[in-house]
């Protein structure tokens, strides 16, 4: 092979991996415009809703009031929209999210998962109340921290669904 084929064969290649150079310094300049904070928050609301999703799933199948079945089908289907939402800003910002929710909230899984029938409707109403007003209230913080504009319009377009995933999760649990 002559130096002129080598050349004429690999500038090609060389163009195609110079191009992808800068799309990666983008991503991580944009990362790097996130605080820590802005960060930390992304990957716990993520998280939370990865679990959101997990308990009200189980909910789907063990939950025996009407007002317990629609909190979970609520959870189901708001957290996965608002996990899909949120997994794309991440990325936007050049940010990975975590793939699993935090080891608590497995474990409230798992206490969960052994309960049956009212118990069960009990403790997740229970457990859905204390989450959504731990959630609501990191939420509100961010929103008033972050210098994002991108994640304050995904807190303030989740904060309501939040509240109303709170008053169902109230008269879940009356029942």
Known sequence: MTQKSFLT???????????????????????AHLSKTDKAFMAEAYQGGLSEV??????????????????????????????TELKSLAESKGMTLPTEPKQASQSTYGMLEKKEGAAFDKAFAMNAVKDHQKDIS??????????????????????????????????????
């Open 54 to 83: 997990k308990v009200g799933t189980l909910a789907q199948t063990k939950a025996t009031t009407p007002e317990a079945r629609t909190l979970a089908e609520r959870l189901v289907a708001d957290h996965e929209k608002a996990n």
């Open 138 to 175: 990191h939420f509100e913080k961010a929103a008033k921290e972050t210098k994002d504009s991108d994640l304050k319009n995904f807190i303030e377009k989740t904060l309501p669904v939040l509240k109303e995933h709170l008053s169902l999760a109230e008269a879940a649990n009356k029942k």
């Open 9 to 31: 064969r690999c500038i090609p290649v060389l163009a195609i991996c110079l191009a992808f150079l800068p799309i990666r310094s983008q991503a991580e300049e944009k990362a």
